[in-house]
């Protein structure tokens, strides 16, 4: 099986602007989450999707935003990216998104903002 | 709150040598406990769930819930075990992960 695969790989982006990042999960996996990851805050939990419903939220603010499709494929979308949202984004995808199971990431989009 | 706490940023052992990263965790349910690891230029993947209780690549990990702690262990630390590490935690009823800071390990020569 193909793995979970995201899109675009590196992005730059001014402040003021938004952005949308794609992540296709594992074939016949239902549930996607999104992380993001920087140096000082690690590695933090930012929302799951499940039957294009968001299902689980993390402690960010408006702007992050995201939607999944009926094929299980997820966008997230920032709104007035501010220099604080450089960071790496990670997607991963589980089959139910039970609590035991095992998610499975994505290689990441690097998001630079300028 | 849930919350991983991991308190080696790095750790450097001999190739031999036993490992054990620490991690210890706060949460008022029953939590799942996991083992990620990120080797270098590849994506971050599943080390060893508690929920499994098996050995990955020889390494091991015991949930003890009287000291809240979840450390992983290895009796012989091999060069290809140089990785980043990541404990996380999945809460009741949540796909949701918290992760640790993560230990950076390194196995010399």
């Known amino acids: 099986k193909a793995g979970v695969t995201q899109t675009p790989r590196y992005l730059i982006k001014t402040r003021g602007q938004q952005v949308t990042l794609s992540c296709s999960p594992i074939?016949?996996?239902?549930?996607v989450s999104w992380y993001q990851q920087t140096p000082g805050q690690g590695l933090q939990f930012l929302f799951e999707?499940?039957?294009?419903?968001?299902?689980n939220k993390g402690n960010f603010p408006g702007r992050f935003s995201g939607r999944q499709f009926s094929n299980s494929r997820s966008e997230m979308n920032v709104s007035t990216l501010e220099l604080g949202d450089s960071a790496l984004y990670l997607c991963?995808?589980?089959?139910?998104?039970?609590?035991?199971?095992?998610?499975?990431f994505g290689p990441g989009t690097r998001l630079l903002v300028l | 709150a849930q919350r991983v706490t991991q308190p080696e940023k790095l750790l450097s052992v001999f190739k031999g040598a036993p490992v054990e990263l620490k991690c210890n965790y706060s949460?008022?349910?029953?939590?799942?406990l996991f083992w990620y690891v990120q080797y270098s230029r590849q994506r971050l993947q599943l080390l060893l769930r508690?929920?499994s209780r098996e050995s990955i690549k020889g390494f091991t990990a015991d949930l003890n819930k009287g000291e809240t702690s979840f450390h992983l262990k290895k009796p012989f630390a091999q060069e290809e075990d140089s990785a980043m590490y990541y404990c996380?935690?999945?809460?009741?009823?949540?796909?949701?992960?918290?992760f640790g800071q993560g230990t950076r390990l390194t196995i010399n020569p």
């Open positions: 999707y499940f039957s294009e419903t968001q299902r």
């Open positions: 949460y008022s349910g029953s939590p799942e």
């Open positions: 996380a935690l999945s809460g009741q009823g949540a796909q949701k992960l918290v």
């Open positions: 074939s016949g996996h239902r549930s």
């Open positions: 508690h929920i």
């Open positions: 991963a995808s589980s089959l139910d998104g039970g609590q035991d199971e095992t998610q499975y």
